[in-house]
Each structure stands twice: as C-alpha cells, then as structure tokens.
C-alpha cells in the first residue's frame, strides 16, 4: 500500500458504535441484514448523504437494490426509522432519514436487559438468604419466619448481606432466633449501618470498648459481666 493510499483510507474515518447494539439487535428483532443496513444508514450521514437511496446502500452491501427498498420500509414500519424534513442554508427543503427512534429503541432495551439482571440477582440473593437461615437453624423456615425474612427485605428495605451479617451475628452471640435478629437489624439501621464494612466496624468498636470494660473490672477486682458477646434485646 502506498503512503497516499493509506492516508486515503485514514481519511475514510471509523464508525463508532455501542456495544450494547451487538448484544441486544436479536432482542429487539432486527435481522443482521437489517442491522448493517442501519448501520450503512449511519455511516452515509457521517459522510454528509443523510438519504441514501437503495440502490446506494445495495452497492455497499450483498442485498439487492429491491430488498434494501424493502428493509428501509419494513423498519420505516417497525419504528427504527423515520423520514424528516430538512431544510439547506438556502431554504431548499429536502428529505433525510432520522435514526433517533432506533436509538431510543436501544435505549429502552438496554435499560430492560439491566433491570432483569437486578431482578434476577435480587431473586439469587434471596434464594441464597433463605438457604443460609436454614443452614444456620438446622430446619426449614416456618411461614411466619420466610415472612419475617420478606418483611426485612420489602418493607425495612435491608440488604440481604445485612440480613446474613445480622444472622451471623446471632451465631456468634448464641442468641439464634428472630427476635434477636429483628433487633440487630434494628439498631443497625437506627445508627445508619447500611454496609457489610460498617457492620463489621460497629462490632469491632464495641468488642473493643467491652474488653477494655472489663479489663478496668480486672484491675479494680471487680468480677467481670459474664456477658461474652453483645446482647442486642437488651438495648
């Protein structure tokens, strides 16, 4: 290749496109002939042709000038494009394609594809939740604790790591039972512990202060609180 070729080609620019089109084109039932044609769309727009005729975009692509008349009106149809009115720097009107229905099409799409991944995600977590309170309780939850457990997640709006941090407090206290649970759960949100990090730090804070508790009740011969762990209904 020669240099003057190789600036020719650098000239003829790039085609920047989301990635979100290559994975969500199937899910929005475009054919990959009528995806390079949008594309094809695009890229004579970026050149300065904002309505290129069939038999145009058939010289760029394996589909005849009929079926590139048929896919324009097909996605006319379907809504991915429209023709508008556009007026040049002297008035003269003419017409052009507009792709900002097949872009807000992509949008909504996307949006969709990533509410369904929260969703699903969501229902892994607590499908998880509940296999780690049946673990934990050596049973299967009765319908007042799945209840209880839907109640923390829906109305209290706490996370589901809260909830097995809560839990694994419970453990660790040898206090396993809802009540005691519902109790963490509350004081954690009462003093605005919403991360498995300020979970952990707000109990190692009060660890801290209960061993040098009763470390000053060593000192002074005082016996020591046979209290091991926090208990929460106390509070």
Not at 96 to 107: A, G, Q, R, T, V
Request: proline content about 5%; overall charge negative.
């Amino acid at each position: 290749m020669q240099k003057a070729d190789f600036l020719e080609w650098l000239r003829e620019g790039s085609i920047s496109i989301p990635a979100a089109l290559l994975t969500e084109y199937k899910n929005m039932h475009l054919t990959e002939k009528e995806l390079v044609l949008l594309l094809q769309v695009l890229h004579f727009a970026e050149k300065g042709n904002e309505f290129p005729t069939p038999a145009e975009l058939s010289g760029r692509m394996a589909s005849s000038a009929f079926d590139c008349t048929e896919m324009l009106r097909t996605l006319i149809q379907k809504g991915f494009i429209e023709i508008k009115d556009g007026f040049s720097p002297d008035g003269i009107r003419f017409e052009k394609y507009s792709l900002d229905p097949f872009w807000e099409k992509l949008i909504d799409r996307f949006l969709q594809s990533r509410k369904q991944e929260r969703v699903h995600a969501r229902q892994v977590e607590e499908t998880d939740l509940y296999t780690c309170f049946e673990e934990e309780f050596g049973r299967p939850l009765s319908p007042f604790e799945c209840e209880t457990l839907a109640m923390w997640m829906d109305d209290d709006h706490h996370d589901p790591l809260i909830i097995k941090a809560a839990l694994r407090e419970a453990v660790i206290s040898g206090k396993l039972n809802f009540r005691y649970i519902d109790r963490i759960l509350f004081e954690w949100k009462r003093n605005g512990i919403r991360t498995i990090e300020q979970a952990k730090s707000h109990g190692r804070k009060f660890r801290q202060h209960q061993g040098q508790q009763r470390k000053m009740e060593n000192e002074t011969n005082v016996q020591p609180k046979p209290v091991p762990f926090y208990n929460w209904l106390e509070q």
